[in-house]
């Protein structure tokens, strides 16, 4: 998973980083099926492969994205990413080292409740409204997404239905009397 996670940002071409972000993602939902979360490694596939990444797929392939403007002012930025980089695996250490942040795991339950009717049970009483803003934040860049595709580029063409249903016959078509050909 790291390593799709580095292939993301280290290629040059988006649609290949795109496509090292779906590799990230089922990396990731296979973690999850070996923690035994199955109903989070299905939706991590469903959700965000299925949908997100399809429809992210279809904007960057839809947008004339200049890789070269790009990455014009990446030197100039690269001590600032180090610097980033390096403050976040301090901070992941010091969390996943310090004894405050380790839990035992939990005793076996004798009523057998499965990982997705529990999951179910919070995220629908304690987390409902998160979901729903959730659900909203995704439906305003689906939007947004749809929007961006569609706009008018110079240099393109396109089809009005309108003149094409007001042509007439002899707009389209053009009679041409010859002699036939004798063997």
Known sequence: ????????????????????????????????????AEFLGIVLVLVYVGAVMVLFLFVVM????NVAKMREGFMRLLPLGIL????????MLIVVGAKTFRIDPPAPSPLEVSN???LGNVL???Y?????IAAAILLVAMIAAISLTHRRR????HQRPSD??????????????MKSEKK
């Open 1 to 36: 998973m790291v390593l799709a996670a580095v292939g993301v940002i280290t290629v040059r071409n988006p649609v290949h980083a795109a496509l090292f972000l779906v590799l990230t993602f089922f990396t990731a939902a296979a973690l999850w099926l070996l923690m035994e």
């Open 62 to 65: 839809m947008l004339d994205i």
């Open 84 to 91: 980033v980089a390096v403050v976040m695996v301090v901070e």
């Open 116 to 118: 997705t009717k529990a």
């Open 124 to 126: 629908y009483t304690d």
């Open 128 to 132: 409902v409204y998160a979901f729903e």
């Open 154 to 157: 110079a240099g393109t063409k």
């Open 164 to 177: 094409q249903i007001r042509v007439k016959r002899n707009d389209r078509v053009r009679l041409v009397k």
